[in-house]
């Protein structure tokens, strides 16, 4: 990556940014694993109640299918998708995230959908960056509403005011394309990097000015919520005395600091503020611990699996998938118009 100011060019290494995250994860991982008890985390584990294991993975499976059903309302403008096609491409791009550092599945789910519903890679990309702002939307309105009731950590505050910032200022961008597309066409420098912005912007303001916009953001305010489950069902399988209320504050800092792209399945931070959220409603930092690393197994594992499943289905591997996907997200707008079968 480069940076020009005046006649000084500077340029960041490749390798910087996935090393920062994964040096992130083993600072993490090194305050996590301290004065912790790891008989009685091991007690813990023999102790589940494991029926309401199962329910965390059905419902974290029902997440994802959700997903995929709110994908399909927001393409609805332009293209039919069937369901479990959408719900292939998230898993081959959750599968993804977990493998590589950064967060790279956004870009090659929408590369697969594109593909597969032979619609411009644009329109894909950009519904889904449609999703992530309504997501984001949403998890600042309930962080704002937990704050009245929650004495959030500091670093979890601060993390939340500086995504907040960006999705106000995402949204406000994306109602100027919405409502005045030729005031954004406009603004768009003559550049290569120009062009394509202006077909995002044709993208953004077709699928804005529909109704399954609205009804896909509506749907992103229970696609948040129905997260919750999997965390509560965990809860109760560690016979924890707590209600649905502790179990969306933790989902609201796990959100809020995973939101920035960092290692493989962001290992290392997430274990922490789950700690640090449970820790709010006088969980010990063992029990805190087992209940966050039995999380992340359900969570992943089922993940791995299923993302693998879908990934074998389509029949390419995942390296030929990320190359094509790199290619058109830095195509010039004549191939990013077009998505062949065959690539």
Known sequence: MQFRVGRFQARIPSWLAPAIGYAISVASLVWFLQGV??????????????????IAVVSDIAVYVFQAWRWN??????????????V????????????????????IRSYLQ???????FSVALSSAVIERVFDGIWLMALFAATTLFVPYPRVVVELGKGIGVVVVVVALLMGLVMFWKHHAHAACPK??????????????????NSRSFYVAFAASLIYL????????????GYDLDLTMWPALVVLVVLRIGTAIPQAPGNVGPSQVLMVL???????????????????????????????????????????????????????????????????
């Open 37 to 54: 008890d790891f008989k009685t985390v091991m007690q813990d584990f023999q102790s589940l109640r494991w029926g309401w294991v199962a």
């Open 73 to 86: 309302i927001l393409l609805g403008p332009v293209v039919r998708v069937p369901l479990w096609r959408s």
């Open 88 to 107: 292939q491409a998230i898993y081959v791009g959750l599968f993804t995230n977990e493998v590589f550092p950064l967060r790279p599945g956004e870009v």
């Open 114 to 120: 594109a593909r597969w519903s032979r619609i411009p």
């Open 191 to 208: 550049t290569r990097w120009g062009a394509k912005l202006r077909v995002l912007i044709d993208d953004l303001h077709l699928m804005g």
């Open 225 to 236: 919520l129905i997260q919750v489950m999997p965390i509560y069902a965990l809860m109760r």
């Open 277 to 343: 959220a449970l820790g709010l409603f006088g969980i010990d930092k063992t029990t805190a611990t087992g209940l966050s690393l039995m999380t992340w197994c359900v969570i992943t594992l089922p993940l791995l699996t299923a993302g693998a499943i879908a990934l074998a289905v389509t029949g390419l591997k995942l390296g030929e998938i990320r190359h094509h996907a790199k290619r058109h997200a830095s195509a010039p707008v004549a191939m990013a118009e077009t998505t062949s079968s065959n690539s």
